[in-house]
């Protein structure tokens, strides 16, 4: 079965410095990959996603995040972190069915930015 | 941001009561898809459709029911609300022409049963 862990429920990072969120996942196949983030009292905004190419991915934000067969994982990262960044992330992978991909999603990072 | 709006985005009932809570999309795309959020536990898909008049269950579909007569809505009816539905919704959207099927998220209506 399809599975997503997120190891770390809560990580803080001062201001400017780097960020790498962790995600493994479970999957039998080469998986569709996603990451979301979550403002405070907003919905989910897509970050990246990735399926079967490179294994660095950008995305918006300045997000990028690195896919590890070997390891069954799909980090997220930022050189420099801005106090704007504090929000919930979530790692989802998807297998395709007839609605395009079922999501299963992580339980979420909250990032907290110290300044 | 892609087009999707949710209502209404509060709403406090009483167990035992009928809810129904809306998703409406501008996009034309032809997947939509409902999720319950709830602290500790990330989203989890509670029904989806492929088409209109197309839906199947997700993972938590128990005391939920849902519709789809338009492309453009998608209806999640909660027949007799408990306490254990008390959540924030999500209604989300994709398309058979995204590359990677990625899902588009609405802003989310926030159930409270009491």
């Known amino acids: 079965a399809q599975s997503v862990t997120q190891p770390d429920i809560h990580i803080t990072v001062s201001e400017g410095a780097s960020l790498e969120l962790r995600c493994n996942y479970s999957?039998?196949?080469?998986?569709?990959l996603f990451w979301y983030v979550q403002s405070p009292g907003q919905g989910l905004q897509l970050l990246l996603k990735?399926?079967?190419?490179?294994?660095l991915v950008q995305g918006i934000k300045g997000f990028e995040a690195e896919f590890k067969r070997s390891q069954s994982s799909f980090n997220l990262r930022k050189p420099s972190v801005h106090w704007s960044d504090a929000a919930e992330y979530f790692c989802?992978?998807?297998?395709?069915?007839?609605?395009?991909?079922?999501?299963?999603f992580g339980k979420g990072t909250t990032l907290s930015v110290s300044s | 941001d892609a087009g999707i709006t949710q209502s209404p985005r509060h709403k406090v009932t009483e167990t035992g009561t009928p809810v129904t809570l809306r998703c409406h999309q501008t996009?034309?795309?032809?997947?939509m898809y409902w999720y319950r959020q709830d602290p500790g536990h990330g989203l989890r898909l509670i029904h989806y459709s492929y088409g209109v008049k197309d839906t199947d269950k997700g993972e938590v579909s128990d005391g939920y029911s849902v519709s789809r007569s338009k492309t453009e809505d998608f209806l999640l009816t909660l027949e007799s609300a408990t306490s254990s539905q008390t959540s924030v919704y999500f209604c989300a959207i994709s398309d058979p022409g995204l590359a990677f099927y990625e899902q588009y998220f609405g802003p989310g209506t926030r159930l409270t049963v009491t």
């Open positions: 989802a992978v998807g297998a395709l069915n007839q609605a395009g991909t079922a999501l299963i």
């Open positions: 990735y399926f079967s190419e490179d294994t």
């Open positions: 996009e034309n795309h032809r997947y």
């Open positions: 999957y039998g196949a080469t998986p569709y």
